[in-house]
């Protein structure tokens, strides 16, 4: 107070990683109590993407689609030039939440007037398709997304089809819907790196892979046994996320792109 400088107290433990609310879920929603007597009218030309740490490309699918929607403001906590801007988020009409860390936040700024909208990252053209049609529904227009090339590139493609992959919750999205889209082309699937139990919104994800990919496995990477056994997983080929790639220590990183974003 003395120095005019804003402070938020909270406690982030490591040791409470495994349960919910998690230490991240718990620092991103800390934006909340900066926000949450910041705002003094409605945007509607204004957005605001939560749930990502890196920010988004101004160049990205999901800018494109949102200007052409007519939003003039795009908000990301990552962007902003400082804390004045930052408290400019309060006043956006709709957030737009791209994974699900940044539900908690969504659902407290939703007490002060902003509305909000779970649209995750994917990786399936089709999942990604379907996000866009709610995405739709939510705004009450059409969006463009139709002309762009939402494809899985070749050289992708060729990477995956026919290796034994794993993935990690370190991807942006959930790591489950990206097995589901790995299995669809071509890849198997043979371990998946989480460290929370599955969410509501991934039930149908599980249901794709436990028809069609039932030699796949899920890990607690929260289990100090795992590192004693990192051996197991000497034969994935293709690891997709940093923490999928420390216990597969043979394989290759891969990239998958994630269409929605």
Known sequence: EKYGIEVIYLIMAPLNLPNRPSPFDIAYTALYEILKNAKNTTDKKAINILGTYLPLSEDSELYNVLKAAGFEKIYQIQTC??????????????????????????????????????????????????????????????????????????EVLKLIEGKKVAGGCSVVGSPYELAKALTKFGAKVVAIFDRHPPKPFEKDYINFLSENSPETFVYNISHPYLNECIEAFDEVEVAFGVDAGIYCRKAIIGRFPSLFV
Not at 96 to 113: D, P, T, Y
Not at 114 to 142: H, N, S, T, W
């Open 81 to 154: 030039k400082g804390l004045e801007e930052l408290k400019n988020m309060a006043n956006s009409g709709l957030n737009l939440v791209i994974h699900f860390r940044a539900n908690l936040l969504a659902k407290k700024l939703e007490k002060i007037g902003m509305p909000y909208i779970f649209c995750p990252v994917c990786y399936d053209p089709e999942e990604v398709i379907k996000q866009y049609q709610r995405l739709e529904e939510a705004l009450g227009k059409k969006l463009n997304y139709e002309e762009l090339q939402i494809t899985i590139p070749s």
